[in-house]
Structures are given as structure tokens and as C-alpha cells.
């Protein structure tokens, strides 16, 4: 039987970095290979804004740099590991995240949740609960709450 894939969708917050720590031992020791995947955004905000330098001359070349960073991290750390950035412009981030894993075959997609509630839900929405009802895939969840006691590395 092959090795599972895990899905890992980034937004660029501390808390997605923090799942690719979570994620690690899971990977390791089920053989999984993980694609580290962001759908593109339209503009830079302030989350990838840290990546960003002279030799990047587009949102998407620095969005690209912070993927392969964090697929470089977990190949380091002895996981097969790929970045993909996904363009799907005007499509919802959730569906794109589920459409991507359903046609890469994806075993597992295990994301942050920033564990919004009452009004920053309603304002924000949640893409994990997005990805949850659109998706057959099995979701693991990692509460950004939970996330803080996951220590990071300096290079992840």
C-alpha cells in the first residue's frame, strides 16, 4: 500500500506554521508525504508581507518562496515534501482547497483553525469549516488555541 499524503493548506499565519510542527511526527511515522499548498491571494497582506525582499518582484514569486521555505523545513526533517501555490481566481479559499485535494487524491488535509467564533466567524468565516462541508477528506484539525504550546523552529 503507498504512503498517505497530507494535505497542509498555509495562510502565512503562525498558526498554520505551527500545524506543519503538529503534523510532523504523524508524517514521520506513517511514511505520509505532504504538499504544503496556498490558494494565491489577490494582494499581499500582512502575513506574507515577512517573506517579501528585493529578489521577489510579485505576490505570487512570494508566496512561492514561503511554500517551498516550508516544504524545505519538512523535507529537512524527513518528510517528502512539495509546495504548491493554487490559482483559482474568484473562487471561495475553501473550495479551492477541497477541489485541489479531491483531484491530487489527497489521503488527509490537516489545517490550522483560528478558532473565530459569534461575530469574527460570521465577518471572517472559517475555512476549515468551509473545507469540512465541501470535502469527503478527512480533516485533522489543529485549534490555533492548542498551537501556542507547539514549539516552532526558527527556520519553519
Given at each position: 500500500m503507498p504512503a498517505a499524503t497530507i494535505l497542509i493548506p498555509v495562510d502565512g499565519s503562525e498558526a498554520s506554521s505551527a500545524a506543519l510542527h503538529a503534523v510532523l511526527p504523524f508524517a514521520r511515522a506513517t511514511g505520509a508525504s505532504c504538499i504544503v499548498m496556498a490558494v494565491a491571494e489577490p494582494k499581499l497582506d500582512g502575513r506574507f508581507e515577512q517573506f517579501a525582499g528585493a529578489e521577489h518582484t510579485s505576490i505570487a514569486e512570494v508566496e512561492e518562496s514561503y511554500l517551498q521555505q516550508k516544504a524545505?523545513?519538512?523535507?529537512?526533517?524527513?518528510?517528502?515534501?512539495?509546495?504548491?501555490?493554487?490559482?483559482?481566481?474568484?473562487?471561495?479559499?475553501?473550495?479551492?482547497?477541497?477541489?485541489?485535494?479531491?483531484?491530487?487524491?489527497?489521503?488527509?488535509?490537516?489545517?490550522?483553525?483560528?478558532?473565530?467564533?459569534?461575530?469574527?466567524?460570521?465577518?471572517?468565516?472559517?475555512?476549515?469549516?468551509?473545507?469540512?462541508?465541501?470535502?469527503?477528506?478527512p480533516l485533522i484539525a489543529f485549534p490555533e488555541s492548542s498551537l501556542m504550546a507547539v514549539e516552532t523552529a526558527e527556520d519553519a
Open positions: 524545505d523545513w519538512l523535507t529537512s526533517q524527513g518528510v517528502d515534501a512539495t509546495a504548491h501555490l493554487e490559482a483559482t481566481p474568484g473562487a471561495p479559499i475553501a473550495d479551492a482547497i477541497a477541489d485541489f485535494a479531491t483531484k491530487n487524491n489527497v489521503d488527509w488535509i490537516a489545517m490550522a483553525t483560528h478558532g473565530r467564533s459569534g461575530f469574527g466567524r460570521a465577518v471572517f468565516g472559517s475555512v476549515f469549516q468551509a473545507v469540512l462541508r465541501r470535502s469527503s477528506i
